[in-house]
């Protein structure tokens, strides 16, 4: 599951507010598409959660991007032999 | 050819809860994308940001960037079926307020209609503030901005030869999002006759 898709999967499963362990129930083995080799799945990333329920779709997600590991952020386009700050496409600027 | 629908509102307007909504009363056959979700996964991605408010701080020249890869995203989804695509057309910055989306974009995802989610702004000023989200980084002049949204969705519309729908959320969250199903199902109808 890539994060982009989380939002329409959670929607269109659950019903809200839901506990965690219903959550892991449903979705806890599903990987989440990263620019790792290893993915966490959900189960992973939300047995970091220091909350048992959520109330929405959106507190769901914001968790979740919350607590994905330091070693999704920023890896799809790391390179040690150079700049990794800018998105190297030209853009129009105002 | 897929119906896509792109719905607006100005920030705590409640357009998320409301295209979630319609999302659930359309079914399986559409998707729900929220571009900001795509603009963070990818910004998580190239170490950019790791939020919604770094997000929102991003240099203009970034978060352009980031729309067209959006964009592009949400053209390849729009190859698997229709979309309800949830979108500011106006976003507050430091800098001003900017375009939420570039002609690019628009020429991507092809809509075929915009819907602009609306309230009246002392209840936009309510909902901000007992939202569990932070509002900080947005002034109070809520009608300034419901202006521009207004605006920007009739520039978007002449560009993409799409109508402009209007839908008031002023109750509740759930009657607003069957009627902008109902929006939905009807631009799907009208495809296909």
């Known amino acids: 599951m890539r994060l982009s898709n989380a939002r329409d999967r959670f929607v269109s499963e659950f019903t809200f507010p839901i506990k965690r362990e219903q959550v892991l129930d449903t979705l806890g083995d599903v990987e989440i598409d990263g620019p790792t080799d290893d993915p966490e799945t959900v189960s992973e990333v939300l047995g970091r959660a220091d909350v048992e329920s959520f109330d929405s779709a959106e507190e769901l997600y914001d968790t979740l991007i919350g607590l994905m590991g330091s070693e999704y952020v920023g890896r799809r386009f790391y390179d040690d032999r150079g700049s990794n700050t800018a998105i190297d496409i030209e853009e129009v600027s105002l | ?193």
């Open chain 2, 1 to 193: 050819m897929s119906v896509n629908v792109i719905v607006s509102g100005v920030p705590g307007v409640g357009a998320t809860k409301v295209c979630e909504n319609a999302r659930r009363e359309l079914g399986d056959e559409y998707t729900l994308i929220n571009v900001g979700d795509v603009m963070l996964e990818e910004a998580l991605e190239r170490g950019l940001a790791t939020s919604r408010d770094e997000l929102a701080r991003l240099r203009f020249r970034d978060q352009r960037a980031l729309q067209r890869r959006a964009g592009e995203y949400i053209a390849r989804e729009s190859a698997n079926g229709p979309l309800l695509i949830n979108t500011h057309l106006v976003v507050e910055t430091p800098l001003g307020y900017l375009p939420g989306m570039g002609p690019e974009s628009l020429a991507e995802i092809v809509p075929a209609a915009f819907v602009v989610v609306d309230a009246p702004p002392e209840q936009i000023r309510e909902r901000r503030e007992q939202s569990r989200r932070s509002y900080e980084q947005f002034s109070s002049s809520i009608p300034f901005h419901k202006q521009l949204q207004s605006a920007a969705a009739f520039s978007y519309s002449l560009q993409s030869n799409a109508p402009v729908y209007h839908l008031i959320n002023d109750e509740s969250a759930t009657a607003t999002g069957e009627q902008l199903a109902t929006i939905v199902g009807m631009m799907s109808n009208l495809a296909t006759q």
